[in-house]
């Protein structure tokens, strides 16, 4: 069935007091740091998830968690340095104070597959990933030849004539696998930046970078030719890869190779802390001229 309109954000106001009162009456049995986190998304409302992912859920079958609930649990779990579902999921049951800010009733937390489950209603595609699987064997990024330099750009396409192309193409939002995802960050956090004053649209000062995000500690591939039951050991055929949208980079900050995603930020340089305004993956090998280009176009037509 559809999820049930908890109340809004007053509502989960209402709910944290009441639950705090009766399982921590002492407050000074909460750490100062903890104080932090419940302020911050005491203040956090995420009441837009549940109008914005109504109809991701059918009419049948049983009652759904809240998603505003689960959106919330997950950036909890990010506060609080838990960067495992299953070990996230285990805390959500042994401590009562990650299930009340999370919106949960102690004793009745969502299981693992249930998060999956939520994660799945964000991306807006049938397919997990942006490109295909199977894939020729991708360009190996260089090390630098000094410390502290980026890897050079492995792209055959050149920066001009990325540039053409990107000109030619138009990025409807609704058509974005992630727009669920962008909706749900526009609406949520960077318009309240903008109501709030936080950043000023009516003279915005944009600065970009890319940021390496790692995966996992090495690429996953595997052939499906049947080239060495021929004896060639050195074919150049497609592989099947794990993550398709991912590749080896270099990272130039910590000196080492890493696999994974090259984030592309746009940032208010003239707000304070630099807050984000449009974030793009890319594969890790993007050089940062080329990632600039993808997330302006990218940013263009979803804002």
């Not at 944290?16 to 419940?38: F, G, H």
Request: charged share 25%.
């Amino acid at each position: 069935m559809l999820p049930v309109y908890s109340g809004g954000h007053s509502a989960y106001q209402k709910f944290v007091v009441e639950m705090l009162r009766k399982y921590y009456p002492n407050p000074d049995a909460i750490a100062r740091s903890t104080w932090d986190i419940i302020d911050r998304f005491w203040n956090l409302d995420l009441s837009y998830t549940e109008i914005h992912l109504k109809n991701k859920y059918s009419i049948f079958g049983p009652k759904p968690r809240n998603p505003s609930c689960m959106h919330r649990s997950y950036l909890l779990s990010i506060d609080f340095k838990v960067t495992s579902v299953t070990d996230w999921v285990a805390q959500l049951k042994i401590n009562p104070l990650y299930a009340i800010l999370s919106g949960f009733e102690v004793g009745d937390t969502p299981g693992v597959g249930t998060f999956y489950d939520f994660f799945s209603r964000l991306w807006d595609s049938d397919n997990n990933n942006l490109s295909s699987q199977l894939q020729p064997l991708k360009t190996s990024v260089k090390k630098p030849k000094k410390k502290g330099l980026k890897a050079d750009p492995v792209e055959k396409t050149t920066v001009e004539q990325l540039l053409k192309e990107l000109q030619g193409v138009s990025f409807l939002s609704d058509e974005q696998p992630y727009s669920s995802l962008f909706n749900l960050y526009k609406n949520e956090f960077l318009n309240l930046s903008i109501q709030k004053g936080l950043i000023n649209t009516e003279n915005l000062a944009l600065a970009g970078d890319g940021t390496p995000v790692a995966t996992s500690a090495r690429e996953r591939k595997h052939r499906v030719c049947d080239c060495i039951s021929k004896g060639i050991t050195d074919c150049t055929c497609d592989r099947f890869f794990s993550q398709p949208d991912c590749d080896i980079g270099w990272d130039s900050s910590r000196d080492c190779f890493y696999h994974g995603y090259d984030l592309y930020m746009f940032v208010a340089s003239d707000s304070d802390s630099d807050l984000p305004v449009f974030p793009l993956f890319g594969p890790a090998s993007r050089h940062d001229s080329h990632g600039f280009l993808h997330a302006f176009f990218h940013e263009k037509f979803t804002s």
